[in-house]
């Protein structure tokens, strides 16, 4: 499988010496003892979590330098995350313990509900989905300062990529393009970390993912963001013809020139390395929908051409464009420009079974 990666944001150094010297890392978000309101970006969560795959590399992002943590542990076929505790609607299902409790923090408070802890002005928090790296290639805790990232990106590609496009975010898969940059420069980084001041272990028996956990039919799907989560972590819920294989997964990928703010991220792509643009643009793009998909969102993908088009005017053609839903409302096929007919796939699933 094509490397690619996780570039993850943190706010404190006594964090990062604590992930980094542990190979944990999970996202704070509220606990969500009932149904996940409509509101909430937990699935989002769930979806960064479910990108993971083995081997994928992770770096950390703090203040101005990039820390190097190390390589995901898990499963190269799904994804590769533990689920951390009964806080969450998939932790209940599966009936998972709380393997690692950041409650027992000097600067947190636990509560009487295990994995379940209070931070900065009270706000009730938990990791519901944990991702375990280790270092394979003696990088841990190496840095460089963001800019000679930044810098090296913008001599090379005229495109937004995810790591210079990650503001107001905390998480973001990244492709093997800048996987590949981030570990030539790293090559000469200096050392970063320094041994935590908390000491938290993740138990010896966590809960990984597996395809039989979670939903088993996409029409299962409670919202765009469980049914986007739930494709990534099985993609065995796909139909084969999008069916990733070897290639690495990334999600929410700016497709767009560079603008300040709301650029259009296509909704899951797939890259080779080496392949478009050193492994920067994508092979294969798709655009989902858990419900019927109406021309708002064919019409991102034929934005998304164009903006190939311009990038690669001979190459833009190789690119798979896909639509994934259920069904397609009756506007959609009228509205697609001649031209981009061809490139464009409607891929209907029967939601009820598996193809």
Same mark, same amino acid.
């Given at each position: 499988?094509?490397?690619?990666g996780?570039?993850?944001?943190?706010?404190?150094?006594?964090?990062l010496?604590?992930?980094v010297?542990?190979?944990?890392?999970g996202?704070?978000?509220?606990?969500?003892?009932e149904?996940?309101?409509?509101?909430s @970006?937990?699935?989002a969560?769930?979806?960064?979590?479910? %990108?993971a &795959?083995?081997?994928?590399?992770?770096?950390?992002?703090l203040?101005?330098?990039?820390?190097?943590?190390?390589?995901?542990?898990g499963?190269?076929?799904?994804?590769?995350?533990?689920?951390?505790?009964?806080?969450?609607?998939?932790?209940?299902?599966?009936?998972?313990?709380?393997?690692?409790?950041e409650?027992?923090?000097?600067?947190?408070k636990?509560?009487?509900?295990?994995?379940?802890? @209070?931070?900065? !002005?009270?706000?009730?928090?938990?990791?519901?989905?944990?991702?375990?790296f280790?270092?394979?290639?003696g990088y841990?805790?190496?840095?460089?300062?963001? /800019?000679?990232?930044?810098?090296?990106?913008?001599?090379?590609?005229?495109?937004?990529?995810p790591?210079n496009?990650?503001?107001?975010k905390?998480?973001?898969?990244?492709?093997?393009?800048?996987?590949?940059?981030?570990?030539?420069?790293l090559?000469?980084?200096?050392? *970063?970390?320094?041994?935590?001041?908390?000491?938290?272990?993740? &138990?010896?028996?966590?809960?990984?993912?597996?395809?039989?956990?979670?939903?088993?039919?996409?029409?299962?799907?409670?919202?765009?963001?469980?049914? /986007?989560?739930?494709?990534?972590? !099985?993609?065995?819920?796909?139909? %084969?013809?999008?069916?990733?294989?070897?290639?690495?997964?990334?999600?929410?990928?700016?497709?767009?020139?560079?603008?300040p703010?709301?650029?259009?991220?296509?909704?899951l792509?797939?890259?080779?390395?080496?392949?478009l643009?050193d492994g920067?643009?994508?092979?294969?793009?798709?655009?989902?929908?858990w *419900?019927?998909?109406?021309?708002k @969102?064919?019409?991102k993908?034929?934005?998304?051409i164009?903006?190939?088009?311009k990038?690669?005017? /001979?190459?833009f053609?190789?690119?798979?464009?896909?639509?994934?839903?259920?069904?397609? &409302?009756?506007?959609?096929?009228s &509205?697609?420009?001649t031209?981009?007919?061809p490139?464009?796939?409607?891929?209907?699933? !029967?939601?009820?079974?598996?193809i």
């Open positions: 499988m094509t490397e690619s996780l570039f993850i944001t943190l706010n404190s150094k006594k964090t010496d604590l992930y010297s542990s190979g944990v890392y996202e704070l978000r509220p606990p969500e003892f149904e996940v309101s409509s509101h @970006k937990h699935y969560a769930l979806a960064d979590a479910a %990108s &795959r083995q081997d994928d590399h992770v770096f950390f992002f203040k101005r330098s990039i820390i190097y943590g190390g390589q995901i542990i499963s190269k076929e799904h994804g590769s995350f533990i689920i951390n505790g009964p806080n969450c609607p998939l932790g209940r299902q599966v009936g998972a313990e709380v393997y690692w409790d409650g027992e923090r000097n600067n947190y636990s509560t009487s509900k295990p994995g379940v802890f @209070k931070v900065n !002005n009270d706000k009730i928090q938990c990791q519901p989905y944990l991702i375990k280790e270092d394979k290639i841990k805790g190496l840095c460089i300062e963001s /800019d000679e990232l930044y810098s090296e990106l913008s001599l090379k590609y005229s495109h937004p990529l790591t496009a990650i503001q107001g905390s998480f973001c898969t990244i492709t093997p393009g800048e996987t590949k940059i981030l570990l030539d420069l090559e000469d980084g200096v050392q *970063k970390t320094d041994p935590p001041k908390d000491e938290i272990k993740l &138990r010896d028996d966590p809960l990984f993912f597996k395809p039989n956990m979670g939903i088993q039919h996409l029409s299962e799907a409670k919202s765009k963001h469980h049914h /986007d989560a739930m494709l990534i972590a !099985n993609p065995e819920l796909l139909p %084969s013809k999008l069916k990733p294989g070897t290639s690495s997964i990334c999600r929410k990928v700016p497709l767009t020139p560079f603008k703010s709301q650029m259009d991220q296509a909704d792509c797939y890259y080779k390395l080496d392949d643009e920067t643009i994508p092979n294969t793009i798709i655009e989902t929908n *419900k019927l998909m109406g021309v @969102k064919m019409l993908i034929v934005k998304y164009g903006w190939m088009k990038l690669l005017p /001979d190459e053609d190789t690119i798979s464009y896909n639509l994934l839903a259920p069904g397609y &409302r009756s506007t959609v096929k &509205r697609i420009p031209e981009y007919k490139l464009i796939k409607l891929i209907k699933y !029967n939601p009820q079974k598996n």
